[in-house]
């Protein structure tokens, strides 16, 4: 039986322009373009034979004219050059090689030589000051010819014999108008500027080289058809869209988008800058806007059509806003505890978990413990000032906006408006503009919702963060412009470890590992050059700083605590990285990563992300008998943020009901007794709700001290390893337990137990100094192969045990595990365990 086949879709894309590359002639030029010098020239021409008719008025047409054929030759040898230029012109239209030759061989040629030996500004100023010099020197020739005076003198001369030429009434009335013309001219200065017009030729960008948008780009092709072909809508009664609204997170592809928009469609594209309508005056801004859309409408008549793109449109289209912030510009915001100098209790986080944090800590006040104050926030409306505080929504400019964008029809032109009326006839209606108004913003919410609406923008596409293909795709390509040596096994694992990456971001990570590359004197790009590259975009620079003996080992324990609980609990994430190298904010972390695209939150991974960051406090606790550092202080600020938003508004605690919604109908905290005495029962309910908070956190508390004490060789052995070498990748840490080999760390000493006794015999000798705030008696163990301990020494770069000179036989006594800080019960005796 034969397969029916699918009817093709009605709106398909087929395709654009081709790349600059791929078109050998020349575009072909309109007729007016081709004769308008030519036009030019004869209308110079007949000014000079009436000139000779006004000075002598006994001399004919015919006899002037044959009096010019002598006197003005100029104007035909420059009419000749012109006509030589249209026929080298027609020659490109048709002739492929012809055009390659002049375009490529001889102009690129000087093209290449003069940006050798002169600068772009140079150019730039010394082709400004020949246009000039031409402008100049055409009007004193003029002016000569006219007044039959040499031509530097007729032009110092024109403006008094003008002014002496009008009568007494027209000069003050020449007077009055040159003095409104300054405002007028002032005004005309102050609109100019913040929009650039870019013309078929000059966008290069295609479709193709927008990576990892293909659901968003699928949609913005059909606007192309309709502005290419707009009867496919029209005829069926229906109507072109007009605007196209890009939103998502910086360094997505939007302007990128836009950008190969007008490429495709070889249609003019104008950039609008987003400051272009921030002002001093009144008015000023609604003027650009005027200006701008006249604009748009000359070339849509011109080129069938025009593309103009708001970049930032949040600076246009709003009426003003209400912001957070404190009196003077928010110097009160205090800093999260999870970016001051402590462990890093953010970065083992989930990216989703990470967000949700950094959203309330942007959005409260928070205790800043060095002053013990609280960092009160202010609303404070922003709209004040000359113009709208600075936002282009201020003083009409936006209102100006929105009537352009869907106004009243009106008839245009001073001839089809004025005289066809004076004349008693109708005036035109409007042409039909095609102009495709596209805006980006990453803040959606600020635009006004007139803007928003059908008829003025009437599609919506969010241009969010790439998926896993689309960043492989985008690692592909920019790859591709570079020599490297990436497998696509690693570019695959590299799109995994960088899920919220933009192709923005992308550009410059492999531009920083090609630096990277070039400053250890190769051209290749290998793996661990965009691993470091990663490293240091995420992180930053590490600080030339050095811990001593005991800090560094507290530190190391702090973070392989960490590293041991995210390993046994964290199955929705993979350690990425592990460090105790001090940053900018940050004594050390351990950092992971999703290893698929997952959008969905569960309780049993939001406790796993809790336990991780009780893991520091409960390790420092059991590692160091009961003491424990200021260094849990982003840790715990992030345990506690979780288990709120867990007991308050996802319905995994101990009620169900939303606290937000709660509050927003005043019905009660859950938790509390509802609607009452209003101080008593909101007291009582924050008061059960941190108390719920506090036994969920406690409970877990003991569940992480608990994988810690059945994972205590591994937390011994990642300090061990994070002390040796500072940072550990993900597989260096999967080394360390798989007892392996990783790409810096090898995990078969580890697998020893003689090995992990000796590093048992080294934190006791840490915690002793970091009790009497001395150094410890005992150097770093070395990581030997056991098979060898007998013959490298006893591991910590000492002879072996049992001999003075290294010879004699290993004889290193047997170690039990030792229980750290308080033991879950007391021995027979009533006596506790010391730290071995």
């Not at 245009?412 to 006839?425: E, Q, T």
């Not at 096994?489 to 492999?510: E, W």
């Not at 009660?668 to 719920?692: F, H, I, V």
């Not at 030792?818 to 019960?825: A, D, E, L």
Request: with cysteine; hydrophobic share 40%; aromatic share 8%.
């Amino acid at each position: 039986m034969k397969k029916a086949q699918r009817p093709a879709q009605g709106l398909v894309y087929e395709g654009g322009r081709p790349r600059e590359g791929e078109i050998l002639t020349r575009k072909p030029l309109p007729l007016w373009d081709r004769i308008k010098w030519l036009v030019l020239l004869a209308a110079v021409w007949l000014i000079l034979v009436w000139s000779v008719m006004a000075n002598d008025p006994l001399v004919g047409f015919l006899d002037a004219m044959r009096i010019e054929v002598r006197v003005g030759w100029w104007v035909f040898i420059l009419a000749g050059l012109e006509v030589v230029h249209q026929v080298h012109f027609l020659l490109c239209e048709h002739s492929g090689a012809y055009n390659q030759f002049w375009t490529n061989k001889f102009f690129g040629g000087l093209e290449r030589t003069s940006s050798r030996k002169l600068s772009a500004w140079t150019r730039f100023r010394i082709g400004r000051l020949i246009r000039w010099v031409i402008v100049v020197a055409v009007i004193a020739i003029l002016a000569g010819k006219i007044m039959h005076d040499p031509p530097v003198l007729a032009l110092v001369l024109v403006p008094s014999i003008v002014w002496h030429a009008l009568p007494t009434v027209i000069q003050y009335a020449f007077l009055l108008f040159s003095t409104v013309a300054q405002f007028a001219l002032l005004f005309w200065f102050l609109s100019r500027g913040g929009v650039d017009v870019y013309y078929p030729d000059d966008i290069k960008t295609r479709f193709s080289d927008v990576w990892g948008q293909d659901h968003v780009l699928e949609r913005v092709k059909e606007n192309i058809i309709f502005l290419e072909n707009p009867e496919v809508v029209e005829d069926r009664g229906g109507y072109v869209p007009g605007g196209i609204l890009l939103w998502g997170p910086p360094g997505t592809g939007k302007t990128l988008m836009a950008e190969a928009v007008a490429g495709e469609t070889g249609k003019p594209y104008v950039f609008v800058d987003p400051g272009a309508f921030i002002n001093m005056f009144f008015g000023v801004g609604i003027l650009k806007v005027k200006g701008l859309f006249r604009k748009l409408r000359k070339l849509a008549l011109r080129y069938g059509g025009v593309i103009v793109f708001f970049d930032e449109a949040d600076s246009l289209g709003n009426r003003g806003m209400i912001t957070q912030g404190v009196p003077g510009g928010g110097g009160g915001t205090s800093t999260p505890a999870f970016a001051r100098d402590s462990c890093n209790g953010f970065s083992y986080l989930s990216s989703d978990t990470q967000m949700r944090l950094m959203r309330e800590a942007m959005a409260s006040g928070l205790t800043d413990p060095e002053s013990g104050t609280r960092a009160r926030r202010y609303p404070q409306i922003i709209g004040a000032g000359l113009n709208g505080g600075g936002m282009g929504g201020g003083m009409g400019t936006l209102q100006a906006l929105l009537a352009e964008l869907s106004g009243l029809k009106k008839p245009r032109g001073f001839v089809n408006r004025v005289v066809r009326r004076a004349l008693g006839m109708r005036p035109k209606p409007p042409p039909h503009y095609r102009i495709l108004v596209m805006m980006a913003t990453n803040m959606p919410s600020a635009l006004d919702e007139a803007l928003l609406r059908p008829g003025r923008i009437d599609r919506i596409y969010r241009v969010g963060y790439p998926s896993k293909a689309g960043r492989i795709r985008t690692y592909e390509g920019y790859f591709a412009k570079v020599q490297h040596e990436l497998t696509p096994q690693q570019i695959d694992k590299l799109a995994t470890i960088t899920p919220y990456s933009t192709g923005a971001s992308i550009k410059d990570l492999v531009n920083e590992a090609l630096i990277i590359a070039i400053r250890d004197g190769r051209d290749v790009i290998t793996y661990q050059d965009v691993i470091k590259a990663k490293q240091l975009k995420q992180f930053g620079p590490p600080e030339d700083v050095e811990y001593i003996e005991r800090e560094r080992h507290a530190v190391a324990i702090h973070e392989a605590c960490h590293a041991v609980v995210a390993y046994r609990t964290q199955q929705h994430l993979e350690i990425d990285l592990a460090t105790i190298e001090k940053g900018s904010y940050f004594l050390g972390m351990v950092a992971s990563i999703k290893p698929e695209d997952q959008f969905t939150r569960w309780r049993s991974e939001f406790e796993a992300d809790i336990l991780t960051s009780l893991a520091s406090l409960a390790g420092e606790r059991m590692f160091f008998e009961t003491d424990s550092s200021s260094g849990v202080s982003g840790d715990l600020d992030s345990a506690t943020s979780v288990a709120a938003q867990m007991e308050a508004f996802y319905g995994m605690g101990q009620t169900v009901s939303s606290l937000l919604t709660s509050q927003r109908l005043e019905v009660g905290t859950p938790g509390g007794r509802g609607k009452g005495s209003q101080e008593d029962s909101n007291t009582q309910a924050r008061r059960l709700l941190a108390d719920r908070i506090e036994d969920n956190l406690s409970v877990l508390l003991v569940r992480a001290e608990a994988i810690l004490r059945e994972n205590e060789r591994y937390v011994l052995a990642l300090a061990h390893a994070l002390e040796t070498h500072k940072t550990l990748s993900g597989e260096d840490v999967t080394a360390v337990f798989e007892g392996l080999r990783g790409p810096l760390v090898n995990g078969a000493p580890y697998a020893d137990d003689e090995f992990i006794a000796r590093l048992r015999e080294y934190h006791g000798a840490a915690v002793h100094a970091h009790q009497e705030h001395s150094h410890p008696d005992l150097p770093l163990p070395i990581a030997a192969p056991a098979v060898t301990a007998g013959i490298l020494g006893d591991g910590y770069g000492r002879p072996a045990i049992g001999s003075a000179n290294g010879d004699g036989p290993l004889s290193a006594p047997t170690y039990e595990p030792p229980r750290y800080g308080p033991p879950p019960s007391s021995p027979p005796d009533g006596s506790a365990d010391g730290h071995s």
